[in-house]
Nanobody, 124 residues
Framework: QVQLVESGGGLAQAGGSLRLSCAAS????????MGWFRQAPGKEREFVAA????????NYADSVKGRFTISRDNAKNTVYLGMNSLKPEDTAAYYC?????????????????WGQGTQVTVSS
């Protein structure tokens, strides 16, 4: 089992920045590919970003490419999501997820473990 705990959400103005963190425990973190997803009210959960075990490979949704950065620190068992140039449409609950898959996957069904989520609200 893997436990994931997100933090760092909150309120930001459009154009501002936030950094989300996700602390993992329960299994060797460096053996897990990690991802971030988000879900806005009334919408389906959508992929945001993913990162490989070593951090060498990343993948981003087109909607956040160039604005968000996913990174990880295997020594701290933590994955991060840096968010710049925030837009009101980025408002959502953000979820950290972990997968045993060897691929950097973008579908939520491919992830085995999920955090409880952290809310991000961007005001215009």
């Amino acid at each position: 089992q893997v436990q994931l705990v997100e933090s760092g959400g909150g309120l930001a103005q459009a154009g501002g920045s936030l950094r989300l963190s996700c602390a993992a425990s329960g299994r060797t973190f460096s053996r897990l590919n990690m991802g971030w997803f988000r879900q806005a009210p009334g919408k389906e959960r959508e992929f945001v970003a993913a990162i490989s075990r070593s951090g060498a490979r990343t993948n981003y949704a087109d909607s956040v490419k160039g604005r968000f950065t996913i990174s990880r620190d295997n020594a701290k068992n933590t994955v991060y999501l840096g968010m710049n140039s925030l837009k009101p449409e980025d408002t959502a609950a953000y979820y950290c997820a972990a997968t045993n898959s060897l691929a950097v996957v973008t579908t939520d069904s491919s992830y085995d473990y999920w955090g409880q989520g952290t809310q991000v609200t961007v005001s215009s």
